[in-house]
């Protein structure tokens, strides 16, 4: 098949690595791929489009696509994408982004082309609603593919689409890069010793993280653990305010140990922990940094919100907490003290890492769902096909 990835944004995030993994796997699977985004600022150095050219992917960036609707430059995109789109005679477009969905769409319907689009939803939980999206589904959406079960069933309640047009696929992750035996963690570069016992975070240190709720647990747990060690990977604007000066004034900033912003060596940083904490989903509603920790044989402990619950299984890969300081504080002090249960909770997260996130099957998946959109919109009476 003839494909066009087509990513409204120029920002390196969650989605937008899924949407160029995906890319670089649908060629390694012999379809031809052609991959889209924003070209970034001038000064930025670190953008989708600069990851694309380090994976092998040369992207086209002679669209404006701006991530929010913009009149002026959504109209001179949808002339140049509808001209681009006759041109290229794609069999699908997979559209990532709002804006991006409404380009295409546009596009397709002014040119009356039979190029069949798909959508993927990175919510995690609810879907938004209003009526661009029930539009956008609605009238220009062939194949939607969301995430999570209660994303699914969201998108059912509110008759956006009939069920034979929805897929839950699973986000995956590069499972070579995330592979527990090929990582060496790297905790002597943190004065970490081999015995130690360390839980850490990776997220980026906001307010609505909900820190001062991790701070307060945090407290509690080195009550009990003088010397427990706790990893903050990640950085932000206010992060002197939000972690610094409050682990301070509660006498636990020793034990914390901020990492900043890791790239280099994100796999081996992260390798260290023990355990993981994941409290709010931010911008990818995947929940990317859960699935990464359970590759990597790390359990999470998780709060009761959104897909969470789906991606973690109480007891089972990890622990699910109301977050509340004192709940998370006995979540933390169960896995301190039960090694056991500890390692069984990794070894579980790792497995059902390999089941569900693996990217060739995944891939594999949604090539699927091309093939069933595409054979759908050349014979619009015909039935669904099982879901992959």
């Known amino acids: 098949m003839k494909i066009l990835q087509i990513y409204s944004n120029w920002k390196w995030t969650g989605p937008a690595e899924h949407a160029l993994n995906l890319s670089r796997e649908l060629r390694q699977q012999g379809h031809t791929v052609v991959f889209a985004c924003a070209a970034p600022p001038p000064d930025v ?46 069999n699908v477009v997979h559209a990532h982004l709002h804006n991006d969905h409404l380009l295409v769409g546009t596009a397709i319907r002014l040119m009356s082309l039979k190029t069949a689009v798909v959508r993927t939803l990175y919510a995690g939980d609810a879907v938004p609603g209003g009526f661009r999206t029930r539009m956008l589904l609605g009238t220009m959406t062939d194949g939607l593919i969301v995430i999570s079960e209660r994303a699914r069933q969201c998108v059912l309640r509110r008759r956006y689409l009939a069920p034979h047009k929805v897929w839950k696929i699973d986000v995956p992750v590069d499972l070579n890069r995330f592979d527990p035996d090929r990582v060496q963690s790297c905790r002597a570069k943190y004065h970490l010793s081999d015995e130690a016992v360390v839980g850490g975070i990776v997220a980026r240190v906001q307010r609505h993280r909900r820190f001062d709720v991790l701070l307060q647990a945090l407290d509690l747990v080195i009550r009990e653990f003088p010397n427990f060690k706790f990893m903050i990977i990640g950085r932000g604007t206010a992060i002197q305010d939000i972690a610094v000066k409050p682990s301070q004034a509660m006498g636990i900033r020793t034990n914390l140990i901020f990492s900043g912003y890791v790239q280099e060596d994100f796999c081996e940083t992260l390798a260290c922990l023990n355990f993981k904490v994941f409290l709010v ?105 099982p879901q992959p």
Do not use: W
Request: glycine share 4%.
């Open 45 to 90: 150095q670190d953008s989708l489009a600069a990851r694309a050219r380090q994976a092998g992917i040369e992207p086209v960036v002679d669209f404006n696509l701006n991530k929010h609707f913009n009149l002026t430059q959504n109209t001179v995109d949808i002339v140049r994408l509808s001209k681009f789109l006759k041109q290229e005679r794609f």
């Open 281 to 385: 989903p931010g911008s990818d509603g995947s929940c990317r940094a859960v699935r990464e920790a359970m590759a990597l044989r790390i359990p999470v402990i998780a709060a009761d919100r959104g897909m969470l619950p789906e991606l973690v299984t109480n007891g089972v890969e990890g622990l699910i907490v109301q977050d509340t300081p004192e709940q998370l504080a006995e979540a933390m002090l169960f896995l301190i003290e039960n090694p056991d249960q500890r390692c069984m909770m990794a070894e579980n997260a790792f497995h059902k890492a390999r089941r569900l996130f693996d990217l060739a099957q995944q891939t594999r998946k949604i090539a699927a769902v091309y093939e069933t959109v595409v054979r759908r919109r050349s014979a619009p009476t015909l039935h669904a096909a």
